[in-house]
């Protein structure tokens, strides 16, 4: 099977967010659509290694804030690319309280919602969330996965149910699969891929990754068949 069909599937790019007790945490999802509109519910997707399915499984509650595609690329690997369990993901990050959770300001909208049914996979939990509140924030358009893909050349963390293991094809399938590519420079941390003008080794040393935030010396060459 070729996995890169399931990147025909459109999906949004989310920060969920939930209580640890009286902490905020969250992480990054892309996998959450619309089930029933009266009441309204949707269905959110998340490992059980995520440490906010946990506390989302303790609280019963969630918000999704919905990224847009001008909001920063920076709050993906805040949090999408490290453990709520050790860091605090809401640190230096600007945001507001619904209904006792903590919602981004640099998002296009967010949903509050009740857990009312959850069921579990070997992998993953599906949470069906009664909307309980949401709103529209400003006028850009959200982002959707393909555009995170596409545009901002991100990648899925290895938790989303969206993450492609390329070695997973066989070795007819990943050469059909791939063009003959130069070498290119991915972060090491968060798999975004550098495809700017300035050759990457004339970039200064300042140069961070648009998407964690991590140095230039966190990034790796790779060659081809990304
Ligand atoms: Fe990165």
Partial sequence: ??????????Y??????TLDGERHTGCVVNSIMQITSSPA???????????????????????VSILSEHSDPSLIGQFGFQSGKTVNKFENIDFHIKEGLPVLNDCCGYMICKVVDKM???????????????????????????????????????????????????????????EPVSPKWVCGVCGYVYEGSIPFSDLPDSYICP????????FVQKQGGL
Wanted: proline content about 4%.
């Fill in 1 to 10: 099977m070729n996995k890169k069909v399931f990147r025909n599937l459109s």
């Fill in 12 to 17: 949004g790019v989310y920060v969920v967010s």
């Fill in 41 to 63: 519910a949707i269905a959110l997707s998340m490992n059980h290694d995520n440490f906010t399915n946990s506390c989302i499984q303790s609280s019963g509650q969630f918000a």
């Fill in 120 to 178: 579990e996979t070997s992998s993953h939990t599906v949470f069906l969330g009664e909307v309980i509140d949401g709103d529209t924030i400003g006028t850009s358009p959200a982002m959707t996965y393909a555009y995170y893909h596409n545009v901002v050349k991100g990648k899925s963390p290895k938790n989303a149910p969206t993450y492609i293991d390329e070695q997973e094809n066989t070795p007819e399938e990943t050469a059909s699969l791939q």
């Fill in 211 to 218: 998407i964690c935030r991590q140095s230039k010396d966190k």
